[in-house]
């Protein structure tokens, strides 16, 4: 690390957007955009049953409309499945479907339109199958969705166990500090709290969909443009489920609109590579927005019961949690190698001893569960911090007087066991308190609410290659797509910084999979962290070779050149980085790699951030409908190094809050998707943008370059609890996400005992 008196100084400058230019002219490629010469569309037959058996697939009158090249079954390519760990999503369904919307027969046309034609003429024969919900699944003589789960293809060591077949994904997490049993210590507990929560399914809401061009070219190989995220992970997955070695695939993801953890999962790919190598031109699909609403992969829908043991004091004991999530029909989009997403860490902000934390990941006839912003979390802050509110009303405490004394601390481990390295909860709660005015009377109807969030720094390995071009200009090539978060300019920033020089002499060159530079993939909070470490640990070194080759160059003292303000500095004279580095680039390239990787030692502190809440809202008694008067957010930060793009991302995190906090949900009935455009799935708008106060508690000791942290997934988490804490404030307690006006007036009628 380079040790710098105050390196938020060097970064406080709005930044230069490294893909402005190109955003703002409409010249930036996304792949909607990609136009290649024989290009064929690709449609699909899907299935409008949640389960049933294929009796018979008859695409004869498909292949009669004009432009027609070719129409593929399942029969036709295989049993090919697809996933980012468990490759369970059949590219084509081939003997039963588990979700409306299943791929049933795949179209390559001329046009969009006759390919979208042919699949309506595709005829299927079905045998309905019942219907496998959360309310059945775990049954006894429940239908088994996967009974063939083991022979599915697993990218790692080997699938965990589970306690049921239709349970895909499973985690068990316990923990006692003081070595006594879970059970023990709600037995001596003065209190057991005991509450249920319910939270909905949600869309991401990129305003992309998902798109991707495949061709195979003279040589055999694969070539992709898409919009995943992650494509490195994807051609992985790719070369395990079509059986080709990775070098015969090669992914370029440029520009990507819009992510929110959606798009690590890629679902077109491998139909259209079956149909690229039966017509031989290139294949492109674009998804609309129904069949990314109804068949792709949503936040995950969850019910968590958390139950804890109170001292009189208010000090908890002793903490479990069972939560059981609704995996859908496939749990391809899950990436984690026990294939749940962690809505089990509840109450993670604070240090109980004693804990036993269970989800269970279960299969149904819906659509898929995968990732979205800070996966888990989300489901788990809610239940966690509504949870914390309702122990203090029971205890008649104040409730951020409940939170700080059960606070953790520096170096205490977590629910999960993970020590902390740096717990900044105690003073976001103190800010919180008082730059909000708690405890100050509200007006009649209205209520204030709190909470307390944490969120890991996302962490990993990756590396970049720079290199000094001709005409002084400094490249860093990276295998990084930008999706919008601003990692090229994160690039440009720490290299510029750390190497003195002007930050229009950086260039930034994105690079596919067949590059120098792979990257595992936008997600986790784990750019600035991790790229940004590579920059830096990459321009370091090259400023030493630079300064090294400087003195050569112009025969100053070895050893005693200083590139310094985009200048060379020796004891005696002093020379432009134009004029040096022309020297120097015309000898031998200068070229070095900057790698990086954040694992951890066995035993040491994990890498952690702060955030709370305050909400002010009010609820009309007539209607249920909440309104929001005021929001103050305390975030936990530290060197800042896009003051720009760091702020709106923490805005950003709020809107995401506020939509599912009130009105983001996927509604399902009898297995089929109901809100399936943009006019049913609200999600908020200006109009919903409540007033909003932001206080930064700078603490420049983060793991990323010079004490960086993250924001990516810092403030989405907790805003749901604390409106939900501030309508319970006003009459209304709702446990279940979001809170429309109908659960809200409902809870309204409960409290006033009406029938």
Known sequence: ???????????????????????????????????????????????????????????????????????LTGADIGDVRFGRRLLDWPALARERVRMVGD??????????????????????????????????????GAPLLH?????????????????????????????????????????????VIEHTFTTAREFQGFLEPRACVVWINEDDQVR???????????????????????????????????????????????????LARATGRPIKSVMSYADELQASNSRHSAIMTLRTAVSRDGMFLAHQSEAIVDG????????????????????????????????????????????????????????????????????????????????????????????????????VLDALEGESGWGTPLAPGHGRGVSLGVRHIGAGATSVVIQLLPGGQ??????????????????????????????RRVVIRHCDTAGPAPDPGVGGQRITHVLGRAAQAGAVEMKARLEELAAETMGWPAGQVRLEGDRFVSASSSASFDEVADQIVSGAPVEVTGAYDSQHKPGEPGDFEFAGYVVEAEVDRETGAVQ????????????????????????????????????EELKVQDGQITTLTLGDYKVPC????????????????????LGAKAAGELTNTSVAPAVANAVAACGARVTHMPLTAERVLEALDRALGSP
């Not at 990276?478 to 002007?502: F, I, K």
């Not at 200006?686 to 000791?701: E, G, I």
């Open 1 to 71: 690390m380079i040790a710098l008196e105050d390196p938020q100084v060097m970064f406080d400058e709005p930044e230069y957007r490294v893909e402005g230019p190109l955003k703002v002219t409409g010249s930036a490629r996304y792949t909607a955009d990609v136009q290649m010469p024989g290009t064929l569309w690709l449609a699909y037959a899907r299935s409008p049953r949640p389960h049933a058996r294929i009796l018979s697939v008859d695409t004869s009158a498909a292949k009669q409309v004009p432009g027609v090249h070719v129409v």
């Open 103 to 140: 791929r049933v027969a795949a179209v390559a046309a001329e046009t969009r339109d006759a390919a979208e034609e042919a699949a309506r003429l595709v005829e299927v024969e079905y045998e309905d199958l019942p219907l496998v919900t959360l309310d059945n699944a775990l049954g006894d």
């Open 147 to 191: 009974p063939d789960i083991d022979s599915y293809k697993y990218l790692g060591a080997k699938r965990p166990q589970t306690p049921h077949p239709n349970i895909h994904g499973y985690a068990l997490v316990q923990k006692s500090e003081t070595g006594e049993a879970i059970e023990d210590v709600f037995a001596r507990a003065d209190h």
């Open 224 to 274: 992709i443009i898409n919009t995943n995220k992650s494509p490195a992970a994807l051609r992985q997955q790719l070369a395990t489920a079509l059986e080709l070695p990775e070098s015969q695939i090669v992914i370029d993801t440029t520009f990507i609109g819009g992510d929110f953890g959606g798009k690590g999962l890629s679902i077109d790919e491998y139909t259209c590579y079956f």
């Open 328 to 427: 859908g029909a496939y749990a391809a989009g899950k990436v984690a190698p026990n294939l749940v997403v962690p809505v089990h860490n509840t109450l993670t902000a604070y240090h109980i001893p004693v804990t036993r934390l269970e989800v269970k990941a279960v299969y149904t006839n819906s659509i898929p569960g995968g990732s979205m912003r800070a996966p888990g979390d989300p489901q788990s802050m809610f239940a966690s911090e509504c949870h914390v509110d309702m122990i203090a009303q029971e205890l008649r405490l104040d409730p951020i007087e409940l939170r700080r004394r059960n606070a953790i601390h520096d170096g205490e481990p977590s629910v999960t066991g993970e020590r902390v390295r740096r717990a900044r909860a105690i003073e």
């Open 474 to 503: 400094v490249e860093v090539q990276t295998g990084v797509a930008d999706q919008g978060g601003g990692a090229h300019t994160v690039l440009r920033r720490v290299a510029a910084a750390v190497m003195s020089v002007d930050p």
């Open 628 to 663: 929001i008067h005021d929001v103050l957010l305390v975030a936990d930060v530290g060197t800042i190094i896009n003051p720009v793009a760091h702020q709106g991302q923490l805005e950003g995190g709020l809107m995401f809050g506020i939509g599912a906090a009130l009105m």
């Open 686 to 705: 200006a109009m919903d943008t409540p007033p909003f106060r932001t206080v930064l508690l700078r603490d420049p000791s983060g793991p990323g370059p």
